[in-house]
Nanobody, 120 residues
């Protein structure tokens, strides 16, 4: 079972940038498709971005397309989410997870997440 630890969140003004990291251990990370999800207060968890095992394909929610970039480094067992042009509506707890890439559905366990707060 893979363990996931997210980091890099914080408080940022609208228009700013953050880079989230998700470190994986305990599994064969380099064979997994991975994704980022977020959950705002009072809302359901939603898909943000996904990446295939080798980084060859990526996908994004419409709400973040053109602003967020997902990437991975299989030598470091880490997946990243570069977030630019942040908006107050991006405020949420961000989680990474192993995913079924085509369906964007998460599988396995979740980490504790990292809080992103965007002030207007």
């Amino acid at each position: 079972q893979v363990q996931l630890v997210e980091s890099g969140g914080g408080l940022v003004q609208a228009g700013g940038s953050l880079r989230l990291s998700c470190a994986a251990s305990g599994g064969t990370f380099s064979s997994y498709s991975m994704g980022w999800f977020r959950q705002a207060s009072g809302k359901e968890r939603e898909f943000v971005a996904g990446i295939t095992w080798n980084g060859g394909s990526t996908s994004y929610a419409d709400s973040v397309k053109g602003r967020f970039t997902i990437s991975r480094d299989n030598t470091k067992n880490t997946v990243y989410l570069q977030m630019n042009s942040l908006k107050p509506e991006d405020t949420a707890v961000y989680y990474c997870a192993r995913i079924f890439y085509e369906s964007r559905a998460p599988m396995g366990s979740w980490g504790r997440g990292t809080q992103v707060t965007v002030s207007s």
